[in-house]
């Protein structure tokens, strides 16, 4: 079953606050309509949250042919939303490539929550460049947002021991992947939009 939000900052919200109060709060999506499920038992009987892990693909990209082109004016708009929604959001690290695009899509939200962006770099392959981006989550004690590109999204998000999400398309933009990472090893994705 996907789990999704009609109001993703709602949703992402309320994960967070859920993960503190160690109380989990379950969106699933049946015919249409959002049902809200709560379970309040003892951290020692649930899944207690963890950290969370947002990942994004970086916004649109200039049309040039540089091998590391800038955002489009419609990329900086969405960056701008990206970070409006993530602001009421606790985190604690930031993750880009060496792209400009995904750099720059986080760069708002950076300078709201005043995070420096940590790189990580793709020089040495994408396999190394997923390692890397593991080892700074597990590393880190809060939670992380992860910009990245369609064909290392879904790798990461296994990486990270979420599930395959398939192909992310070329023209796909304004999606937020969260993974909740929780005490006893499980791994639950929820997938939401932002739009500008």
């Given at each position: ?144 947002l ?38 006893n090893g499980?791994?639950?994705?929820t ?6």
């Amino acid at each position: 079953m996907r789990l999704i939000s009609r109001n993703p900052l709602k949703f992402i919200t309320l994960f967070i606050i859920s993960s503190f109060m160690n109380c989990s709060v379950v969106f699933a999506v049946q015919e249409g309509n959002i049902k809200q499920q709560t379970n309040t038992q003892t951290p020692a009987t649930t899944n207690v949250i963890v950290k969370q892990v947002l990942l994004v693909r970086h916004a649109e990209k200039s049309q040039s042919n540089s091998q590391d082109p800038q955002l489009s004016a419609v990329g900086m708009q969405r960056a701008q939303a990206l970070a409006q929604q993530l602001a009421p959001v606790a985190l604690s690290q930031l993750i880009a490539s060496d792209y400009q695009r995904t750099q720059l899509t986080l760069a708002p939200l950076a300078k709201e929550k005043a995070l420096t962006l940590t790189i990580a770099s793709t020089k040495s392959g994408i396999s190394e460049h997923i390692k890397h981006i593991v080892a700074l989550v597990k590393q880190e004690q809060g939670n992380s947002l992860i910009a990245g590109h369609s064909n290392t999204l879904p790798l990461i998000i296994s990486a990270l021991g979420g599930p395959n999400i398939g192909t992310i398309s070329e023209s796909s933009y304004g999606g937020i992947y969260q993974l909740q990472l929780t005490q006893n090893g499980k791994v639950i994705l929820t997938q939401s939009h932002f739009v500008q």
